[in-house]
């Protein structure tokens, strides 16, 4: 009974960290003055080529700094690693805690958010976006796999 008790517990609090989650993802995707997000103030701009901008964010790591490759390439993993955790951890469903059916929510979630940024002009569409964002979520599940172990 304690067993039932503690996993519905978590379940609560994962469901509330997730629409936190949510909340705060929508915030600095659309509304960041510091991301420099304004509706309607950019060109649309796309990149449908896989690993173009990942290559040129990674070749210019030495002329335009460290910093600007992190925030890129990390940041976009980063944000979405409490997407692979908290999926998961708020489900009792099996499906939902699947590994490959986590990977293809936040594939489709990241999808969600570039087709909304080229349509709104926040922001711009990249594909390469998807593939850190996916990879960000993968990177939380396996350590949600790895939390489970443990418990």
């Known amino acids: 009974m304690q067993q039932a008790k503690k996993k519905r517990m978590n379940r609560i609090v994962g469901r ?30 796309m990149n449908t080529h896989p690993f173009h901008e990942i290559k040129r964010f990674w070749a210019m790591r030495y002329t335009d700094g460290w910093k600007t490759t992190l925030m890129n390439l990390g940041g976009n993993m980063l944000i979405f690693v409490p997407f692979g955790f908290l999926i ?16 293809l929510l936040s594939m489709m979630f990241s999808g969600a958010i570039e087709v909304i940024q080229i349509l709104t002009k926040v922001g711009a569409f990249d594909i390469d976006d998807i593939i850190l964002n996916t990879a960000g979520a993968i990177v939380g599940y396996v350590i949600f796999a790895i939390a489970k172990a443990i418990n």
């Open 88 to 103: 998961p951890m708020s489900s009792k469903n099996k499906v939902t805690r699947n590994f490959f059916v986590v990977t």
């Open 16 to 45: 509330i960290l997730l629409v936190a989650y949510f909340a705060l993802l929508i915030f600095f995707v659309f509304f960041s003055d510091e991301l420099g997000r304004k509706t309607g103030t950019i060109v649309r701009r």
